[in-house]
């Protein structure tokens, strides 16, 4: 009875061992098979964002070909008063046109544009599709309702830049100042008398007038 419990005693620790050298191998291989597990993750995720990163360089190269630049003889120089604050400043612009002989699928286009666009008359839109010429369908166009045309991928929408000239002081120095035409010419004031000048400077054309100055006195007068 003695040698038979010394017997247990014996091999008890012995069972023990084994039991624990088995669970440590199970240990070793999970903790091997969750290391290979994770090296495949981070290299699918690296894999997913240069996918990411080399569509979104695609859709700008196709953006950009779609956007068709004017030359920059077009360009006229800003002009201020003597503390140089704007008189006369060029902005760029964005404008959107349609090339109907590129439309693929006219009724999809106009639900895209009436989506972006629920106030433009579009019985009006048809009749310039049939014509197949090339028309403007919005000029100055807004940031956001730029990218939402581009995001449509409609080849047919084209996009041309534009330049145009505002005046911060609205008609404070309007019958100074003048006016340009269509085509980029002064036609009256300074647009004319210096539309040479402004053609070629690129940098502003200061002016001896002072807007403080100017809006007191037209104040008096109106008095």
Do not use: C, W
């Not at 360089?57 to 006229?76: F, M, V």
């Not at 604050?85 to 760029?92: A, E, G």
């Not at 404070?172 to 070629?200: A, C, M, P, T, V």
């Amino acid at each position: 009875m003695k040698d038979k419990d010394s017997r247990i005693i014996l091999e008890s620790p012995q069972d023990d061992f084994l039991y624990q050298k088995k669970k440590s191998n199970l240990n070793i291989t999970f903790n091997r098979i969750s290391f290979i597990f994770f090296v495949f993750f981070i290299i699918s995720l690296i894999y997913s964002i240069h996918l990411i990163h080399l569509g979104s360089r695609k859709a700008n190269i196709e953006l950009n070909k779609n956007i068709i630049s004017i030359p920059n003889e077009l360009y006229r120089a800003d002009i201020t008063d003597r503390n140089h604050r704007y008189l006369v400043k060029t902005i760029n612009s964005i404008d959107i046109g349609i090339s109907p002989s590129k439309i693929i699928d006219e009724k999809k286009l106009l639900i895209n544009l009436k989506y972006i666009f629920p106030n433009k008359n579009y019985n009006e839109v048809k009749k310039k599709i049939k014509k197949g010429n090339f028309f403007y369908f919005e000029k100055k166009i807004s940031e956001e309702n730029y990218n939402k045309l581009i995001q449509s991928g409609d080849k047919s929408i084209e996009s041309r830049d534009n330049l145009i000239r505002i005046y911060p002081q609205k008609n404070l120095f309007s019958h100074i100042i003048g006016q340009i035409d269509n085509d980029n010419n002064g036609i009256s004031g300074l647009e004319k008398s210096l539309d040479r000048k402004l053609k070629i400077n690129q940098e502003p054309i200061i002016l001896t007038v002072d807007k403080d100055v100017q809006y007191l006195i037209r104040d008096e007068l109106n008095e």
